[in-house]
């Protein structure tokens, strides 16, 4: 029987720290309360959650998924049960705004609970992290009308939310999005077909609030046409609550995350689902960035969860799995052997790379919101989130890929039926680079606008990776090398920025290796700031994974011309 899913709080509180305390551009006061007994208080509740409840219900829910009746979708068995438990518990309002009904607390301490939901149960954890971005979108844009009926509900976790973004043309791209939203009195009439809705229904709650992109009668074409609408699942009423015109009418059969309802929503079946505006018309791309944002680190923190998660398993088994004799004859549990030490080894140090990263952005996020932050060093706050969120993403999520594989690797032939864990934790960690925007839209955006347009926060990423391999002992592993990618990074950044008409082009063919050779040096950079507490752990990086950002370097320096010609 598999052991359940252990929140790692040392590794935890260490990173948190790091986070807080060497950003770099904001005093430590700015996190002590995270640092404190509050802190601890609350990891401990969630570790506890995590094991007694999301956990034991990992395996059955992938093991049945949600299931489409007539009446609506229907949740894997215990779901409903712990979700209950979770909003009692008060988990939806962690850092939910106090006016709210929040309950305030640093982004840096819930980013920790989001990685263990993740970890424990990814299929679990997508419905609350959703509810996230909404709260946000409304915070920022929303009138006081929909704050006021909608923020308390969706802080508490009565109300979850949902994303209706893409259609079956669309996909990544949102310039052919065709729901259409008609006005009619204070509210909009919106009909249309949306895809690949992430607990777009279900029987958790009584009410679903979807976030749906539409377009204007008036709308001009592409992008710049799309508006942002609140469309509820039921509708207020004098006899109490009516059901809304949307409906699930199918759910994708999917390679992981089986529990978690992916629906095929109608919206207007009846003559319009009935919605509000959010923000100015026209303009629902720009707030959908509020959202997603916050979305795309949830996806590196649920990502590095899904890590954590295959290390613990794999580590699990390799301590008592026998296999080969040693000089005496006797059988050797296979965590002696040299590659399966490799292996763990890379998963040790990968999955406590990413998650340092991505408490990097949810600290610098809290010196962004925080009410005494100065002008200048909310500004460099905002440039390092900037930064942080694309790579945060994408190399994180591709971090859990490569070591949920080594967690199938080291369990062997067990580790590929699906009796194992070990292949459930493969399954569910490819949706990461998928998602939200796919890696390869996530490296664009790094290297093509926080980068290129952006001077000043990859100017200032690179001093501090610079100061932290100059603040290691002489000789030190990663010091030398550390030093030499930063060089590197920046001659050939200038030198891009120097390509004039080509650079789009160029961009285009190697954003990707560019954001593996970052992610690789800023995994370097946070085991820098590590080594004096895990000096071992950053010379196996040093050595194992550094040397990774040389091929990543010649990709890129050389790449790119090969990517339009090559046949096919």
């Not at 006797?330 to 990263?357: F, G, K, W, Y």
């Amino acid at each position: 029987m598999t052991a359940p899913y252990e929140a790692p709080l040392a590794l935890i509180r260490a990173a948190q720290e790091q986070a807080a305390r060497r950003l770099g551009f904001a005093p430590a006061a700015e996190h002590e309360e995270v640092l404190g007994d509050t802190s601890a208080a609350v990891l401990e509740g969630a570790a506890r959650l995590a094991r007694d409840v999301l956990s034991p219900l990992n395996r059955s829910g992938d093991a049945q998924g949600a299931q489409l009746s007539a009446g609506g979708v229907i949740a894997a068995r215990g779901f409903a049960e712990g979700w209950r438990r979770f909003c009692a518990d008060g988990w939806p309002s962690l850092a939910a705004p106090a006016e709210w009904g929040g309950q305030g607390l640093p982004l840096l301490l819930a980013a920790a609970t989001t990685e263990i939901w993740g970890g424990a149960n990814l299929a679990f954890a997508m419905l609350p992290e959703t509810a996230v971005g909404a709260i946000e979108v409304l915070r920022v844009h929303g009138d006081e009308p929909l704050r006021s009926a909608y923020l308390p509900r969706l802080v508490s976790g009565e109300w979850p939310a949902a994303m209706s973004l893409t259609e079956p043309q669309a996909g990544s791209d949102l310039s052919t999005v065709r729901t259409l939203a008609r006005p009619e009195g204070d509210a909009w009439l919106l009909s249309g077909r949306k895809i690949f809705i992430s607990w777009g229904e279900h029987d958790l709650a009584e009410n679903i609030v979807h976030l749906v992109l539409a377009r204007t009668p008036d709308a001009p074409p592409g992008v710049r046409g799309l508006s942002l609408f609140l469309v509820p699942r039921r509708l207020p009423h004098a006899d109490g609550w009516i059901a809304n015109d949307l409906r699930a009418v199918s759910l994708e059969h999917k390679m992981g995350i089986r529990a978690s309802p992916t629906c095929a929503m109608v919206l207007g079946e009846a003559g319009g689902a009935r919605g509000w505006l959010i923000g100015a018309r026209h303009q629902g791309l720009a707030c959908m960035f509020t959202v997603m944002n916050h979305m795309r680190i949830g996806v590196g923190l649920h990502s590095t969860g899904l890590a954590e998660r295959a290390r613990q398993l794999a580590h699990g088994y390799a301590a008592e799995r026998r296999q080969g004799r040693d000089a005496h004859g006797a059988q050797r549990p296979i965590i002696e052997h040299a590659d399966v030490r490799r292996m763990l080894l890379s998963m040790n140090v990968l999955t406590h790379a990413a998650r340092c990263l991505a408490y990097g952005a949810a600290a610098a996020l809290d010196v962004a919101h925080g009410a005494g932050t100065q002008p200048h060093t909310r500004a460099r706050a905002l440039r390092r989130v900037g930064l942080l969120t694309p790579l945060v993403k994408a190399w994180a999520s591709d971090t859990a890929v490569e070591v949920s594989s080594l967690g199938v690797q080291v369990h062997g032939g067990t580790g590929y039926v699906d009796d194992c864990e070990a292949s459930q934790i493969y399954r569910d960690a490819r949706i990461g680079p998928v998602f939200e925007g796919t890696n390869f839209i996530q490296a664009q955006d790094l290297l093509g606008r926080k980068i290129l347009r952006e001077e000043a926060g990859f100017a200032e990423l690179l001093e501090q990776m610079e100061q932290a391999a100059a603040a290691l002992p002489p000789g030190a592993p990663l010091q030398a090398p550390l030093r030499s990618e930063c060089a590197a990074l920046r001659a050939w950044v200038q030198q891009l920025r120097a390509a004039g008409t080509r650079q789009g082009e160029i961009v285009a063919a190697i954003a990707y290796p560019f954001l593996q050779w970052l992610g690789v040096v800023a995994g370097a950079w946070q085991w820098a700031l590590a080594a004096p507490e895990l000096a071992d752990q950053a010379e196996f990086y040093a050595l194992h994974i550094l040397p990774r950002a040389r091929a990543h370097a010649a990709t890129v320096a050389a790449g790119s011309d090969i990517i339009g010609r090559a046949r096919l």
